[in-house]
């Protein structure tokens, strides 16, 4: 018999989630706000212009500064901020896994709706988005913060979703690359789903792993495109591992709740994570190894964040809660805190101020960003469900339907 969809609705949850997603969009946050003061690190993604070996080592040496106290902040916000663009991979895994999740909940037979799906997706991703572009349309005139115009033709291409060009991957906000990146994964979402139901976990990670693997190397060796924009994502295939790895993570726990929190618990495990993260990152360092440094870097920074937010936060009551609410409005933050943040450290930069008291003001303007971007995106939701647009894009139900034929 099959089961009604409304049977099929009820996803069991994983509380710790948000705060993982809290986390992540805080240290991309953070990655945004290290590059105007120290620059690009040279290990992040591969570039055109990458000097030798040798000096993108030597960027890794630690700065000088007046005192011991300004020296271990200045040194430790500056290596943390940089590792904070790994947690893009993560954002990729969580999407991968939250997708296939509700999925296998119903069940691994499980078939989509693909109308319910795109709208689905349609209504969480554009909405929000559109308004990014409205918005900045005024701050960045109001700011001279690279006015742009909306009749330049990247506008109107932005607008559609279309950011895999180059002219537009970094266009008015820079951080909006990864939201070209995850229309791409949604797109191709259903068709990824119906390989992995007929592949099966392992040939469909191997499979994902050699096309990313594959695509990165053409765009490196073989193609005349920008490193840096294939490596983050310019084309889905040289970021499908990550997002394949949280697929087949939901495929394995096929929505039991139990199987993904002692996924984590042996200590052999962790101690894997730490070495894969470890190797990817010095791969990281090299052409060659930039092919395959994000497989291993993501599982890695997945898996220790998971731990951190999972084992240890919850006992620090507050922040956890701060982290889970910073989580549930993480495409928001996406969506607003970089052009805000950038002008207002350019503004700030020319005054001679200590360094702590720069962190502090950098610290409390991000969180007003990020209060304001939570409210933009309540706003956002709240105007689609009044009239008329209530009726223009109804509610969808959900996408996970029940398998043809249920033994």
Same mark, same amino acid.
């Given at each position: 018999m099959a089961r009604s969809t409304s049977s099929i609705a009820r996803t069991p949850r994983l509380p710790w989630l948000d705060a993982?997603?809290?986390?992540?969009?805080? =240290?991309?946050?953070?990655?945004? $706000?290290?590059?105007?003061?120290?620059?690009?690190?040279?290990?992040?993604?591969?570039?055109?212009?990458?000097?030798?070996?040798?000096?993108? /080592?030597?960027? /890794?040496?630690?700065?000088?500064?007046?005192?011991?106290?300004?020296? $271990?902040?200045?040194?430790?916000?500056?290596?943390? +901020?940089?590792?904070?663009?790994?947690?893009?991979?993560?954002?990729?895994?969580?999407?991968?896994?939250?997708?296939?999740?509700?999925? $296998?909940?119903?069940?691994?037979?499980?078939?989509?709706?693909?109308? &319910? @799906?795109?709208?689905?997706?349609?209504?969480?991703?554009?909405?929000?988005?559109?308004? +990014?572009? /409205? @918005?900045?349309l005024v701050f960045n005139h109001l700011t001279r913060w690279q006015p742009f115009s909306p009749l330049d033709p990247r506008f109107a291409l932005s607008l559609l979703g279309l950011r895999f060009l180059p002219e537009v991957f970094y266009f008015i906000s820079p951080a909006w690359w990864f939201i070209g990146l995850i229309m791409q994964l949604y797109a191709v979402f259903p068709f990824l789903w119906m390989a992995l139901q007929r592949l099966g976990l392992l040939r469909f990670w191997v499979g994902a792993a050699l096309l990313t693997a594959i695509s990165r190397g053409i765009g490196f060796f073989l193609l005349p495109v920008d490193w840096e924009m294939w490596s983050r994502g310019l084309f889905f295939p040289s970021r499908l591992a990550e997002f394949a790895l949280g697929m087949g993570l939901a495929w394995?726990?096929?929505?039991?709740?139990?199987?993904?929190? +002692?996924?984590?618990?042996?200590?052999?495990?962790?101690?894997?994570?730490?070495?894969?993260?470890?190797?990817?990152?010095?791969?990281? @360092?090299?052409?060659?190894? &930039?092919?395959? &440094?994000?497989? /291993?870097?993501?599982?890695?920074?997945t898996g220790f964040l998971t731990l951190l937010v999972r084992d240890l936060l919850p006992q620090l009551r507050g922040l956890y809660q701060g982290l889970?609410?910073?989580?549930?409005?993480?495409? +928001?933050? =996406?969506?607003?805190?970089?052009p805000i943040l950038w002008a207002f450290m350019v503004g700030l930069w020319p005054f001679a101020l200590p360094l702590a008291l720069r962190l502090i003001l950098i610290g409390m303007v991000t969180v007003l960003v990020f209060i304001g971007s939570a409210a933009l995106e309540r706003g956002v939701h709240w105007i689609l469900r009044q009239r008329p647009l209530d009726q223009i894009f109804p509610e969808p139900g959900p996408y996970a339907l029940p398998p043809a034929r249920v033994s």
């Open positions: 993982v997603r809290g986390l992540a969009i805080l =240290m991309i946050v953070l990655f945004h $706000v290290a590059i105007p003061i120290y620059g690009t690190p040279w290990f992040v993604h591969p570039r055109n212009d990458w000097p030798d070996l040798s000096q993108r /080592l030597s960027q /890794l040496y630690p700065l000088p500064q007046e005192n011991l106290l300004a020296f $271990v902040l200045a040194n430790l916000f500056r290596y943390i +901020g940089w590792l904070g663009d790994h947690a893009v991979g993560v954002f990729l895994v969580i999407s991968g896994f939250g997708l296939t999740w509700a999925l $296998v909940s119903c069940s691994r037979e499980a078939r989509i709706d693909r109308r &319910a @799906f795109y709208m689905r997706r349609f209504l969480r991703l554009f909405p929000l988005y559109w308004a +990014g572009h /409205l @918005f900045f394995w726990a096929a929505g039991q709740v139990e199987r993904i929190e +002692g996924l984590l618990r042996p200590l052999r495990l962790r101690i894997g994570l730490l070495g894969m993260y470890g190797l990817g990152l010095a791969l990281s @360092f090299t052409l060659p190894g &930039a092919v395959i &440094a994000p497989m /291993l870097i993501t599982p890695g920074a889970s609410l910073l989580g549930r409005h993480s495409y +928001g933050v =996406m969506v607003f805190h970089q």
